[in-house]
């Protein structure tokens, strides 16, 4: 394992930087890093990734003894890049979710050291499909499938290297929140708190349904080959066609009618052809378009089959068996717009906790955004998430 600079514990990465004006309570101009591991990472399926590369961001300062650290875990088109701006670029937006994490805030960096790395199989600087394989030329297909238990692995290592012992919390929606369940399941020694946001113990049936239409929609396209497409075209429509399902079951039925409605995107007049009549289609289209340009639509498949594979239950028998092994609090929040990931899948949840006699908060938030909204809902999640985070930290210091 080749180790990051030890400096880093004990001064924030962006403390040189720059407070952007162009957002309040930003954290300002930020760096990726990059740990490099030439440990092998021995994956969920038997097989192993014989070196790997993490990108990653920190925010904040991790405190003398270690115990203010907090792992954010990212979603499916996340990456590491949580808060703040690379550059002086006007035009450069923030991270994901730049309103959750800086001074006061939800995650708050004057309190908390919190870090975010994109995922092992993505394509924004951690080993995936698209990196070089040993013999020089990217994986493609030759990557091996991961998991999300193969995620946490992989973080793991990181911690390692940063000198953190024990997170204060670990947290994050839809598939961040997998990713942390499994922490408390696999490393439960390291993790002192549980945010379970918008998530599921256990991909549904109509989640692995929705993510083979996006498959498939790759598959077809003609520029795919195989996933040996790294020296020409890309196959861009294909991966469009994902994103534009995908964000679907991101929003509500609600949400789309209070934006789009039956609004049509030039005139009043059907046009009675096949252009883009409405103005929900031009959206989806731009969706599309946008995704293309940050994302790999290998990436695309490796992730999203890791999705369809999880289930907290593997390898237990039970899902009780599997929480058995936990002994930290846990926050789990579910909206009730959400029909990716829903009440009833967070409720499996708290009601196996409960069973098992842990300690778990269950909130659910009337709100009309879908599964996107514990990323738009910011003032009840700084309410909820930073309040569960505040009562920790006083008993912790008590």
Same mark, same amino acid.
């Given at each position: 394992?080749?180790?990051?600079?030890?400096?880093?514990?004990?001064?924030?990465?962006?403390?040189?930087?720059?407070?952007?004006?162009?957002?309040?309570?930003?954290? =300002?101009?930020?760096?990726?890093?990059?740990?490099?591991?030439?440990?092998?990472?021995?994956?969920?399926?038997?097989?192993?990734?014989?070196?790997?590369?993490?990108?990653?961001?920190?925010?904040?300062?991790? !405190?003398?003894?270690?115990?203010?650290?907090?792992?954010?875990?990212?979603?499916?088109?996340?990456?590491?890049?949580?808060?703040?701006?690379?550059?002086?670029?006007?035009?450069?937006?923030?991270?994901?979710?730049?309103?959750?994490?800086?001074?006061?805030?939800?995650?708050?960096?004057?309190?908390?050291?919190?870090?975010?790395? !994109?995922?092992? =199989?993505?394509?924004?600087?951690?080993?995936?499909?698209?990196?070089?394989?040993?013999?020089?030329?990217?994986?493609?297909?030759?990557?091996?499938?991961?998991?999300?238990?193969?995620?946490?692995?992989?973080?793991?290592?990181?911690?390692?290297?940063?000198?953190?012992?024990?997170?204060?919390?670990?947290?994050?929606?839809?598939?961040?929140?997998?990713?942390?369940?499994?922490?408390?399941?696999?490393?439960?020694?390291?993790?002192?708190?549980?945010?379970?946001?918008?998530?599921?113990?256990?991909?549904?049936?109509?989640?692995?349904?929705?993510?083979?239409?996006?498959?498939?929609?790759?598959?077809?396209?003609?520029?795919? !080959? =195989?996933?040996?497409?790294?020296?020409?075209?890309?196959?861009?429509?294909?991966?469009?066609?994902?994103?534009?399902?995908?964000?679907?079951?991101?929003?509500? %039925?609600?949400?789309?009618?209070?934006?789009?409605?039956?609004?049509?995107?030039?005139?009043?007049?059907?046009?009675?052809?096949?252009?883009?009549?409405?103005?929900?289609?031009?959206?989806?289209?731009?969706?599309? %378009?946008?995704?293309?340009?940050?994302?790999?639509?290998?990436?695309?498949?490796?992730?999203?089959?890791?999705?369809?594979?999880?289930?907290?239950?593997?390898?237990?028998?039970?899902?009780?068996?599997?929480?058995?092994?936990?002994?930290?609090?846990?926050?789990?929040?579910?909206?009730?717009?959400?029909?990716?990931?829903?009440?009833?899948?967070?409720?499996?949840?708290?009601?196996?906790?409960?069973?098992?006699?842990?300690?778990?908060?269950?909130?659910?938030?009337?709100?009309?955004?879908?599964?996107?909204?514990?990323?738009?809902?910011?003032?009840?999640?700084?309410?909820?998430?930073? =309040?569960?985070?505040?009562?920790?930290?006083?008993?912790?210091?008590?």
């Amino acid at each position: 394992m080749i180790a990051v600079p030890l400096n880093i514990m004990t001064k924030p990465l962006n403390s040189s930087a720059r407070r952007s004006p162009r957002r309040p309570g930003s954290v =300002g101009i930020v760096r990726r890093r990059y740990a490099h591991f030439e440990t092998p990472l021995k994956l969920h399926s038997g097989q192993t990734l014989e070196r790997f590369t993490l990108a990653y961001e920190t925010y904040g300062r991790l !405190n003398a003894d270690g115990s203010n650290a907090i792992m954010i875990c990212h979603a499916l088109s996340g990456d590491a890049h949580v808060a703040g701006y690379h550059t002086d670029d006007p035009a450069e937006k923030p991270g994901w979710w730049d309103d959750a994490v800086g001074p006061g805030k939800m995650f708050d960096t004057d309190r908390f050291f919190v870090i975010c790395s !994109n995922v092992i =199989g993505g394509c924004q600087g951690s080993t995936g499909p698209s990196s070089p394989a040993p013999d020089g030329k990217p994986y493609g297909l030759r990557f091996p499938v991961i998991t999300v238990q193969d995620m946490v692995a992989a973080q793991r290592h990181l911690l390692d290297t940063l000198g953190i012992e024990k997170l204060f919390a670990v947290g994050g929606g839809s598939m961040g929140g997998m990713q942390a369940l499994q922490w408390a399941i696999d490393y439960p020694e390291r993790v002192g708190s549980v945010l379970f946001i918008a998530s599921t113990a256990r991909s549904s049936a109509q989640n692995i349904a929705f993510n083979e239409i996006g498959r498939q929609a790759i598959y077809a396209d003609v520029n795919w !080959n =195989g996933g040996d497409y790294y020296d020409g075209a890309r196959p861009e429509k294909g991966l469009a066609v994902a994103r534009m399902v995908g964000h679907v079951t991101y929003m509500s %039925e609600r949400s789309l009618e209070q934006k789009f409605g039956r609004r049509r995107q030039n005139g009043s007049k059907p046009a009675y052809n096949f252009s883009t009549d409405f103005a929900v289609e031009s959206y989806l289209q731009y969706q599309g %378009e946008k995704f293309v340009q940050r994302f790999d639509a290998n990436s695309y498949l490796y992730i999203t089959k890791a999705l369809d594979y999880y289930d907290a239950a593997d390898g237990y028998g039970s899902l009780e068996a599997a929480l058995s092994r936990t002994s930290c609090p846990f926050l789990v929040v579910s909206f009730s717009s959400d029909w990716l990931y829903t009440r009833e899948q967070a409720l499996e949840l708290v009601n196996a906790l409960e069973n098992l006699e842990r300690d778990v908060d269950y909130r659910h938030v009337e709100a009309s955004f879908g599964h996107d909204s514990f990323l738009v809902e910011v003032e009840t999640m700084t309410h909820i998430v930073g =309040g569960f985070l505040d009562g920790l930290w006083e008993r912790q210091k008590a």
